[in-house]
């Protein structure tokens, strides 16, 4: 695992595992995979050196490779897959890969059922920004360096600590930030106590002389005993760490960052979304923590142009506005409709949204409904099912008939992008963890862009 020379991934266009990937390619290691469909991550990636093919097919992989990463999505009969372990390849899953890389750095791991992406985003650009320096595996993609992996000579590591498939406890942090420990991925841990409980417990992994970075207001605040424990807040004044002179000029945010100890004044984030802000004070706690210099924070801050599909503006001008988020859970789509709400006051807000999983949309349907009620103008595109099998009586139709908003339709991609086009609505966002995100540009061609 030290020196590998030849690395086979199976799903490598996924977010995390090409970050991965990326790792060993800059180390010189031959990386090569397959994954499902071409995107622009794929391509992005073959440009970069790696090989990539995209039919299960055991005559198109390599047989001489040192082991295969595999992430969780890929299903159980996968052709390959199961030909390296019949086979008794050394086969690692993503979350195992990234323990043993992580073994011996610092690391800075950013936990939460939502929030990690962005959160953990801002933090390795402000150490990147900064010079303190820090490798970044990251669930998006940069705005600032398209891409979602950097090394540095640094031995500091930002990762995302994601609670699927309760991958987080492989990790070491010393320093933990936990965003949101609200239900989901209830096919992996049955209730949302279940969660709670392994948030608590990805936090006991914090080492000694580490801290936590946690959301003020959690409701099992109680739980955690981290010793050195810091909340954050962007709208109580009880958390450690909140702001102060909020002001909204030219659809930016401006504020002070307030602490018992130290005070930040006038920084500003070019980034919409309430939440964003929130997000940005965890980057800023762990700023402080490693005594990067306030106007170090404050330029790296301004500077930062998002994370490609969180809170995006595909177009922004007079005539029309786009936003492409990742959303894909009540309260994500909450967050993400005050966002937009906050900036754009008096505007229409007409919001497409693919459901994410048929048990996501099953177990949180009446989540979806009330924060989809938020908006002006509803339209529901089919569940996307990404690795799950069709569940009897489970559509978007079940959202739908659940939402007390008026103005409100379940559309095809085809019937969709017809409306679009006929209507050409002013304020439009489209969100979803799916393949929406396919259908952004040309919905931003049908508004002659």
């Known amino acids: 695992m030290t020196k590998p020379s030849n690395i086979y991934f199976i799903g490598i266009g996924g977010i995390g595992m090409s970050a991965i990937a990326r790792y060993y390619n800059v180390q010189g290691v031959k990386v090569s995979g397959y994954d499902k469909t071409e995107t622009t991550l794929t391509k992005q990636l073959q440009q970069e050196g790696i090989e990539i093919h995209f039919e299960d097919n055991i ?49 800075i791991c950013v936990a939460g059922t939502h929030g990690k992406t962005t959160t953990s985003t801002i933090i390795g650009h402000l150490l990147r920004d900064s010079n303190y320096g820090c490798n970044a595996f990251l669930g998006g993609i940069a705005a600032n360096y398209n891409t979602n992996f950097w090394s540095s000579k640094e031995n500091n590591v930002v990762v995302e600590a994601d609670e699927y498939d309760k991958s987080f406890f492989k990790l070491s942090p010393n320093i933990a930030i936990i965003t949101a420990v609200d239900a989901d991925h209830l096919d992996i841990y049955g209730t949302a106590e279940e969660v709670e409980n392994a948030f608590v417990e990805f936090s006991q992994k914090i080492k000694e002389g580490g801290c936590l970075l946690l959301k003020h207001g959690l409701h099992i605040r109680e739980k955690f005993t981290t010793p050195d424990l810091c909340t954050y807040s962007v709208s109580d004044v009880n958390a450690n760490i909140h702001i102060q002179n909020l002001q909204v000029i030219n659809g930016s945010y401006h504020f002070d960052v307030i602490n018992n100890y130290w005070t930040i004044k006038d920084v500003v984030l070019n980034m919409g979304g309430l939440h964003n802000i929130e997000n940005a004070l ?36 007079d005539e029309h506005i786009l936003i492409d988020d990742y959303a894909h859970h009540p309260d994500e789509l909450k967050a993400l409709i005050n966002g937009v709400r906050s900036i754009y006051t008096n505007e229409k807000l007409t919001i497409v949204f693919q459901p994410h999983l048929y048990t996501r949309t099953r177990d949180f349907v009446y989540g979806f409904a009330a924060s989809l009620d938020m908006a002006d103008e509803v339209i529901l595109l089919p569940i996307y099912p990404a ?39 002013k304020l439009i966002v489209m969100a979803g963890a799916g393949d929406i995100d396919v259908l952004v540009y040309k919905v931003c061609e049908s508004l002659n862009y």
């Open 59 to 107: 005559d198109l992989m390599p047989k001489q490779v040192d082991f295969v990463i595999y992430t969780p999505a890929i299903p159980k009969d996968h052709t390959e897959l199961n030909y390296y372990v019949n086979n008794n390849y050394t086969v690692y899953k993503r979350s195992d890969v990234l323990k043993i890389i992580t073994e011996n750095s610092f690391n």
């Open 387 to 425: 690795r799950e099998l069709p569940i009897e009586g489970i559509s978007s139709e079940i959202i739908l008939n659940k939402m007390n908003l008026a103005n409100k339709q379940v559309l095809s991609k085809e019937s969709m992008m017809n409306y679009i086009n006929e209507n050409k609505p």
């Open 282 to 317: 965890a980057a800023i706690g762990v700023a402080k923590y490693l005594k990067i210099e306030d106007e170090k924070i404050k330029s790296a801050l301004a500077n930062f142009k998002g994370v490609k599909r969180r809170f995006e503006y595909i177009v922004k001008n």
